[in-house]
């Protein structure tokens, strides 16, 4: 079991990258809460022994991103979470940042993680693969159809590569 | 304008609140005990919640079980009294359906008993025994969607009523009953109501209502002008307890009697 400090580290290292792939996930603030406690819970008991701090945050990605699913697919989830809430949110943005964060949170749930991941993490492909747990490939065809889907919503005034 | 910078201006404000991190830091260090133990108990509430559901369902289903009557018994003599039977034989519910009925019912300790007991208590509750001792006729109708559960409660029945004089049971299918309680009347009412009224088209439900079912008969009889035809439930009673038939050939004995009458 880690101890405090290494566990109080690790919430002030990581939990601005929980709280946005919260909400990516549409969370609501309890179930936001549910996923901090879950994920800091599972470093606090977990014995893997990261190689670096890139390890370190692929994990805390990886593990979060789980944690969301299965509080989504959860039957005892609050079901207060909604579009609005996030949409809402844009409101306070200039014009072409709110038409980029409201294409980005009408994407389906499966491009909305690869797409954080690659714009705001900087992730590659091969390294998304790693992360999620799926082929490369399969990430090459989302990244591809969901730069497809921003550009049909947004047209062809920015940069997708 | 480059999707990364933007991603970066749009995501970058978004932080978690000092608020969440200590609930945090104070959920981890409640759950490990200060950080001394690994066995961290799960979540208990989902079990919690799967067992309470589990107990509604019984209590729901249990309760639909049992409270859902499956069979109806009719008991016309003026009162005229109906008890719901569940699946289990026991009496769930008695209604009535005039004054006397009502006060026969309030007179009775029938629920939650099995049919036959229950009916034996009617027919030897005192207003019934004088009722029948003064040579009132009285009918019995057993009603169900269930056959074989009809059937045995009808045979039940039979036997309870088999030393009484001016008695008789029959069995009616739910439709016919349901057509009876439309008008307000219990079925051997009703019956007797559907006879008469061969003979009297001016007769009205209301009129039945109140008349005791001997003198329904005796209208009948009256009314008739040839009583050779007449195939009322009264004169039935000439041959014996039971005269399952009345006018209406509807009775579960009747068809059991065309069946055979077929056969041969």
């Not at chain 1, 980005?104 to 690869?114: A, I, N």
């Not at chain 1, 799926?134 to 920015?158: C, D, F, H, P, W």
């Not at chain 2, 609140?17 to 950080?35: C, D, M, P, S, V």
């Not at chain 2, 719901?84 to 026969?104: A, E, T």
Request: with cysteine; hydrophobic share 35%.
């Amino acid at each position: 079991m880690r101890s405090e400090q290494e566990t109080i580290r690790a919430i002030e290292r990581y939990s601005d990258t929980v709280q946005r792939l919260c909400m990516v996930h549409l969370k609501n603030d309890a179930d936001t809460e549910d996923i901090f406690q879950t994920v800091f819970l599972k470093y606090v008991l977990s014995s893997v022994s990261f190689e670096n701090d890139e390890h370190e945050k692929a994990w805390f990605i990886r593990v979060t991103i789980n944690a969301c699913k299965d509080l989504l697919k959860s039957f005892f989830r609050s079901h207060t979470v909604s579009l609005d809430n996030v949409m809402e949110q844009s409101a306070e943005l200039p014009p072409d940042y709110r038409d980029v964060w409201e294409a980005v949170f009408s994407l389906p749930q499966k491009y909305r993680d690869v797409v954080y991941l690659h714009y705001f993490e900087d992730y590659t492909a091969p390294q998304i693969s790693r992360i999620l747990g799926k082929n490369v490939n399969t990430i090459y065809t989302l990244l591809t159809r969901s730069k497809q889907m921003l550009k049909e919503k947004l047209g062809g005034a920015y940069e997708y590569e | 304008m480059n999707m990364n910078d933007i991603f970066k201006k749009l995501f970058k404000p978004i932080r978690a609140k000092e608020e969440l991190k200590n609930q945090t830091i104070a959920f981890l260090a409640q759950r490990t005990q200060g950080y001394t133990t690994t066995t961290v108990k799960p979540h208990r509430y989902p079990l919690y919640a799967t067992v309470c559901i589990c107990f509604l369902f019984m209590l729901f289903g249990g309760h639909w079980l049992y409270f859902t009557p499956t069979a109806e018994i009719t008991i016309d003599i003026n009162p005229s009294i109906e008890m719901s039977i569940n699946r289990f034989d026991q009496v769930i519910d008695l209604n009535d359906f005039n004054v006397d009925g009502q006060k026969l019912a309030d007179s009775l300790n029938i629920k939650y008993m099995n049919y036959a007991d229950a009916v034996e208590q009617v027919l030897n509750n005192d207003t019934i025994t004088a009722l029948l001792s003064n040579n009132e006729v009285m009918t019995i109708t057993v009603t169900g969607a269930d056959g074989q559960q009809s059937a045995k409660i009808l045979s039940g029945v039979e036997a309870c009523a088999e030393e009484r004089r001016n008695t008789y049971c029959f069995y009616a299918s739910s439709e016919e009953v349901a057509d009876a309680h439309r008008i307000g009347l219990s079925y051997g009412k009703y019956r007797a109501f559907l006879e008469l009224q061969l003979l009297d088209p001016n007769i009205t439900p209301e009129a039945v209502q109140e008349m005791t079912m001997r003198e329904i008969r005796d209208l009948i009889g009256h009314l008739s002008t040839d009583s050779e035809n007449n195939s009322s439930l009264y004169d039935n009673r000439q041959n014996g307890h039971h005269g399952y038939g009345g006018g209406h050939g509807r009775g579960w004995r009747n068809r059991r009697t065309e069946q055979q009458n077929a056969g041969e």
